[in-house]
T-cell receptor, first 114, second 111 residues
Framework: EAGVAQSPRYKIIEKRQSVAFWCNPI?????LYWYQQILGQGPKLLIQ????????DSQLPKDRFSAERLKGVDSTLKIQPAKLEDSAVYLC????????????FGQGTRLTVV | DAKTTQPTSMDCAEGRAANLPCNHS???????VYWYRQIHSQGPQYIIH???NNETNEMASLIITEDRKSSTLILPHATLRDTAVYYC????????????FGGGTRVLVKP
């Protein structure tokens, strides 16, 4: 079974620029999550989708971050404008349902803001 | 979700059992104990979870104390590929995979 696919793997941008990350979850997984992982810390949930609807975005900095999952499959996470403190790995995860035991994570996109 | 306390790091010898402790003294009756691990440059990977009883799967065993205030993840025969950060997470099952990660334990398996 194919895993969660993310692209790009690496991205370097200057502060105040915009950037977008893409995630393709495992086929049939209705629930999709975006996590932010700052170096040396555990991942932090940014947003959760159930199909194409947002379930929880309480920790998403909405002044600069946005995410969508228009057709309930692929998702994009955007940052505009980026700040230095946004440097992190952005992880996408998916699960079959909201209360499923196991989430499957992608390899992440490492963002460096200079 | 209840907070967890894990050692920052630990070493273990290849081929030996690795015992990873986790304290969760404020765990509620309906909160499960989950373990994930994160190998360098990869996303976290689910290992095992449990409520009260000990659990075992192909990757590891989970031992939960009778009072549920602590647990131990056991990797029965550690290999070099088990070098990773191991996260102990407690949460209600209805919270799904809204996982609250702490700092985890950095495990180094040495030859």
């Amino acid at each position: 079974e194919a895993g969660v696919a993310q692209s790009p793997r690496y991205k370097i941008i200057e502060k105040r620029q915009s950037v977008a990350f893409w995630c393709n979850p495992i086929s049939g997984h209705a629930t999709l999550y975006w996590y932010q992982q700052i170096l040396g810390q555990g991942p932090k949930l940014l947003i959760q989708f159930q199909n194409n609807g947002v379930v929880d975005d309480s920790q998403l900095p909405k002044d600069r971050f946005s995410a969508e999952r228009l057709k309930g499959v692929d998702s994009t996470l955007k940052i505009q404008p980026a700040k230095l403190e946004d440097s992190a790995v952005y992880l996408c995860a998916s699960s079959f349902g909201q209360t499923n035991t196991e989430a499957f994570f992608g390899q992440g996109t490492r963002l460096t803001v200079v | 979700d209840a907070k967890t306390t894990q050692p920052t790091s630990m070493d273990c010898a290849e081929g030996r059992a690795a015992n990873l402790p986790c304290n969760h003294s404020t765990i509620s009756g309906n909160e499960y104990v989950y373990w994930y691990r994160q190998i360098h440059s990869q996303g976290p990977q689910y290992i095992i979870h449990g409520l009260k009883n000990n659990e075992t799967n192909e990757m590891a065993s989970l031992i939960i104390t009778e009072d549920r205030k602590s647990s131990t993840l056991i990797l029965p025969h550690a290999t070099l590929r088990d070098t990773a950060v191991y996260y102990c997470i407690v949460k209600i099952k209805a919270a799904g995979n809204k996982l609250t990660f702490g700092g985890g334990t950095r495990v180094l398996v040495k030859p």
